[in-house]
């Protein structure tokens, strides 16, 4: 049993701190990602959530440069991106892919730059790895409390505005006819979508934060039929997936004769990705069987 | 205005006075008027860019009008707690939204407030109550993204209901339905306008299919309207008038169908297929 254990759990998992704090960052992380992205991938925003990591990741890396943690960068740039957005207009933005695309590019670009001058003046080392592919295993035990603020300030600002948001992911006309407050629903989504990147960028990296965005999320629509149904679904993949990541990431250490461990990111990555492609299977296999089925029972709709 | 001494005794639901709108330049409403009682349905007929989806969101208080006022029950349309159902053109109902039809009727009750709900009893038997009402018990559980657009439209309906409102606008609801669905559909809207005393005002660019059950016109063209009761606008020299060349209007077996005239006009060639269309289309 306890060679078991340890063939599943690798020699110190649960002892270590590292592993506490990643398991911790990574709950939160996943949790609050799932929960935005169920309303990122309904809303048609995937886009924007990407285009915010690279902001983040601006952000992040000029913190670094100027000797503080990534966090309060990743933080300050995502809700300033959020923020002209915004005034962009979201739903404008998704029909400027060009322009957009510009304006990733000139993010990544500061990026570059920013890890380039860190680099080159010597005092931060790892930065890259750092910014761009997340820092769940290195992050300091103290940030787990920033985390968690952060994570219940996103959470908080979507049950506050979550039925005027999807009467406006319906019909913004509907929504504004009704009177619902639409402008300051879409203003505290896009709030918690920064956030989100934000905490996921800290996790498993700028680059990646997209995934564990809208990964679960997309997943979890396949399979479910109600909204809360996806949003339990999603926190339910994220959190496994990261966890998941975590442990495997941890094992690797001891898989290859050097003893060097392989990114958690790709671990949380790939479960993410495989979990998506097997949501798609029910739904493919009843598509075959209503193409069967179908002119059947509309007719016995119709009598 | 022919209302006024029945508006005297109970207030309009709906009252349009002298509303103007130019967009981007374009004069789209001039000086419409005309005024929608409770339990009546009104069709609002004209072609294509005749302005009514901009007359309609006047109503709603989603466009301001640069001249002219709009009251409903006698009083100045205020954004909030408007006593108006509303049923959109386009409405995102793709199959990957996790929605079932009863949990779209439902957000109709409280779309508009903040926070979570918890999940109640009476929400879920008023919800039931209105899925009925519109006929559509048997797909209360399904996705609202694999419905018919039929089945899509009853739900919506059931949507703008359920919040009790006096005046119901519709915009184009026949628009991607088969004969049969949207006859369904303007029955079941002539039922609830009667049954519930609710004012229905739907607009289209085709009469045919509204004229077993309209009760008033306001024919909609170049920014202009032309309004009154069904039997009044509906004749041959009315609609010959409006339209800008000639229409028959004939009845058949109790039945009146719209019917453009024989063709030579190039010009009216597609304002007549956009206003009269077919004479099939008539129920």
Not at chain 2, 90 to 100: E, S
Not at chain 2, 172 to 177: D, F, I, Q, V
């Given at each position: 049993m306890h060679h078991l254990l340890t063939a599943i759990f690798g020699p110190g998992f649960f002892a270590s701190p590292q592993v506490h704090v990643a398991v911790s960052i990574g709950a939160v992380v996943a949790i609050v990602s799932a929960v935005t992205g169920v309303f990122t991938v309904m809303r048609g925003q995937s886009f924007a959530g990407h285009a915010l990591g690279d902001v983040s990741a601006a952000g992040g890396s000029g913190a670094l440069l100027i000797g503080l943690t990534p966090l309060p960068g990743f933080v300050g740039a995502g809700i300033a991106g959020a923020g002209v957005m915004d005034m962009i207009g979201v739903q404008r933005l998704r029909g400027r892919d060009l322009a957009t695309g510009i304006v990733l590019g000139a993010a990544l670009g500061c990026s570059a730059l920013f890890l380039y001058l860190g680099a080159t003046s010597g005092s931060t080392t790892g930065a890259t790895q750092q910014i761009l592919f997340g820092s769940i295993f290195t992050t300091?035990?103290?940030t787990v409390a920033a985390v968690a603020i952060l994570g219940a300030v996103a959470l908080g600002s979507i049950a506050a505005v979550a039925r005027p948001l999807l009467l406006a992911t319906l019909s913004p006309d509907i929504a504004a006819a009704r009177g619902a407050p639409v402008r300051l629903a879409g203003l505290l989504f896009m709030l918690a979508l920064a956030l989100s990147v934000a905490l996921s960028a800290l996790a498993i990296g700028a680059i990646l934060s997209t995934a564990l965005l809208i990964g679960p999320a997309a997943a979890a629509l396949r399979v479910t039929k109600t909204v809360p149904g996806a949003l339990v679904t999603a926190c339910l993949i994220g959190v496994a997936a990261t966890w998941l990541g975590i442990l495997l990431a941890y094992d690797s250490f001891y898989?290859?004769?050097?003893h060097q461990s392989l990114p958690v990111s790709f671990f949380i990555v790939a479960i993410i990705f495989a979990t998506y492609l097997a949501a798609g299977l029910p739904a493919a296999r009843r598509r075959a069987a209503t193409r069967v089925t179908g002119a059947a029972s509309r007719d016995k709709v119709a009598a | 205005m022919t209302d006024h001494t029945r508006a005297a005794v109970t207030p309009e639901t709906l009252a349009v006075d002298q509303v103007s709108v130019a967009l981007a330049g374009r004069?789209?409403?001039?000086?419409v008027s005309f005024t929608v009682h409770a339990g009546e349905f009104t069709g609002l007929i004209?072609?294509?860019?005749?302005g009514k989806t901009t007359l309609l969101r006047v109503i709603l208080g989603l466009q301001k009008p640069d001249r002219g006022r709009v009251e409903i029950l006698g009083r100045p349309r205020s954004?909030?707690?408007?006593?108006v159902g509303y049923v959109p053109q386009?409405?995102?109902?793709?199959?990957?939204?996790?929605?079932?039809a009863k949990d779209l009727v439902a957000l109709g009750?409280?779309?508009?407030?903040y926070g979570l709900r918890l999940p109640s009893r009476d929400r879920s038997e008023a919800v039931r109550a209105m899925l009925h009402a519109v006929d559509a018990d048997r797909f209360a559980d399904a996705r609202v993204g694999n419905l018919s657009g039929g089945e899509q439209q009853r739900v919506l309906i059931a949507h703008a209901l359920i919040s009790r409102p006096r005046l119901l606008l519709l915009d184009?609801?026949?628009?991607?339905?088969d004969l049969r669905s949207g006859q369904e559909v303007i029955a079941l809207l002539a039922r609830i306008a009667r049954e519930q005393q609710i004012a229905v005002l739907l607009s289209a660019h085709e009469m045919n299919p509204l004229l077993p059950v309209m009760d008033h016109v306001v024919y909609l063209a170049d920014g202009r309207a032309a309004s009154g009761p069904t039997d009044q606008i509906v004749t041959t020299e009315v609609l010959t008038r409006l339209y800008g060349h000639h229409v028959d209007v004939l009845h058949v077996h109790g039945r009146v169908l719209v019917v453009a005239g024989p063709a030579g006009d190039e010009t009216a060639s597609a304002h007549k297929a956009a206003a009269a269309g077919p004479a099939a289309g008539a129920g």
């Open positions: 300091a035990p103290g898989w290859r004769p050097g | 004069q789209v409403l001039n000086n004209g072609p294509n860019g005749a954004p909030r707690n408007q006593p386009k409405v995102l109902l793709d199959p990957d939204m996790p929605m079932r009750l409280d779309g508009n407030r184009e609801p026949l628009a991607n339905l």
